[in-house]
Every structure is written in C-alpha cells, then in structure tokens.
C-alpha cells in the first residue's frame, strides 16, 4: 500500500496525539498486539520484537498483503531481530546485530529478509539497499487457519535453532545456526588457569562434544572431590567411563551413585545410575 507525505503526516500526528492521551492517562488496547521473545542461543541470545495482527475474516496473503511485495512481517513498526553473536541464516553469514526482518511473500517460497535499519515504521522507508541479507524458503500451507500472527523458535540446541513464522493458511521456517566451539575451548583454557576451575561443567562439555575422553575423566574424578557422596557426579563419571569403553569401571560408579542416591533418598539420581548400571552391564 502506498501512502502519500500528505497521509504519512497526518498519521504521525495521529500516532503523537495517541501518545498524548496515554500520557495524560487514557489508556487504549493496541490492535495488534506486541511480543518480545528472547531465547537463549549459542553464548548469547537471540532478540525478536514483533507486533501481532489478526486475521479478523480478511484475506491476507494475496490480499491484503499482496504476494512479491516487502512486508514488515508484522503490524506497526518492522519486526527487529538482535543477534549477540555471528550467526549462519540457511547457511549465509549474518554478522551480530539487530536488524529489521522484513518479509516478501509467496505461492511457493518466501524470501526473508535481514535490514541494516531495524528501526522502521512499516515497510514504507524501507529499502533494498539496506539489505545485509535475503534468503529464500519453503512456503508451507496449513490446514486450519492462525488467527494471530505468531512467531516462535523451535528445534534449540545449542548451536542451533529454527524460527518458524505462522498466520492465516501459511507457515514458513528459518533455519539459524552458530558456531561456539572455539570460544568455548578458550573460555575453558583461561579458566583453568584461575584458582576456582570448572571441572564439572568443562569435563561435560569435553565429554558431550567429542573431546578428549581421558580430560573429560580427569577433571569429573577432581569435580567428584568437592562432594565425594554426590550421586550425580558418580553418573557422569560413570557415563564417560562408559564411552570410554571401561564397563567395569562405570558399573562400579553407578553402583556407588546408587547407594549415594539411596542414601540421600534422591529417587532421580537413583533412577538414572541404575539405568547406567544397566548399560554398563551389557
């Protein structure tokens, strides 16, 4: 929709005669309302601000926003994106930062794009220019109609994430990943050096991606002084005595975190040990 300077003005003096009647305390319920998502990704997290329309009986997608043109993938201002760390968007490069997401939709694919200019009304100031990045994906049609734009991630690990965009019949998804290791190895090796060393945490980390095993033993086994009744050290000592190969040795430590899980009536960590035990006894 094109509007004219003449029409984008009178709706700025709208917009600043709302703001006036809220701060003399009128209070009025927003249209379409706004939602902020923050979700923990890679070491940092991922920020979506966006404000969600209904559908309210109307045709949206090739309707009331025309297919091939730039949409705010909202209402009001430009959905914002804020990356605290480098990431990958379908496998392209995407420095940290905040941009404004921006949308142009489809029949069969959606090309989504990531502007420089996060601060936007609309789609109105908009330009190509700006652009850091355009990926395209999939269109998906739904069965049952989404009342309420709605946006979320799904799928998180640590170094990935999907984010999934759903309204009216159509449904999109964005694939997000980030890479951690070498930062990680870093943060580890400077904090080795300090007097209050990680070994939990390191020696699970070692032991979860594919480090050196015999490490990931020696600093659980200095992690397991600290509270030698512990059961849940015994399980993860045990665990990586199991990857190891040593099925001996991590049966005696689940045993040992069993009778610690007993005594400390911990129903869990008996659970668990006693399913190590098990594994390690095949």
Known sequence: MKLSIKSV???????GAADLANAQGAKFPQASSGQTIIQDFGLG??????????????KIFG?????????????????????????????KDLPAGEYGLFSIPGKNEWTVIFNKIADQWGAYEYKESDDVLRVKVKT??????????????????????TLNMIWENNAF?????????????????????????PYFNAALYYYQNGKDLKTALEWMTE????????PWFKLWKG????????????????????????????????????????EAKK
């Open 63 to 91: 309707g009331m926003e025309p297919m091939g043109v730039v949409w705010r993938t909202g209402a009001n201002g430009a959905t914002r994106i804020k990356f605290t760390d480098n990431v990958k968007i379908e496998g």
């Open 223 to 230: 992690a397991e002084k600290s509270d030698m009744k512990a």
């Open 140 to 161: 998906t049609t739904l069965k049952d109609k989404v009342e309420t734009l709605s946006m979320q991630f799904s799928a998180v690990s640590e170094t990935s994430a």
């Open 239 to 278: 665990r990586i005595q199991l990857k190891m190969g040593d099925k001996a040795g991590a049966a005696a430590t689940a045993q040992q975190g069993i009778d610690a899980a007993k005594a400390q009536k911990v129903d869990e960590y008996v659970r668990l040990n006693s399913e190590l035990l098990a």
């Open 173 to 197: 998804a964005i694939n997000i990943t980030t890479s951690i290791d070498e930062k990680v190895m870093a943060n580890i090796a400077e904090a080795m050096k300090g007097e209050k060393k």
């Open 9 to 15: 003005v009178l709706f700025i003096a709208l917009l």
């Open 45 to 58: 997290k991922i920020t979506l601000t966006y404000s969600r329309p209904n559908v309210k009986g109307r």
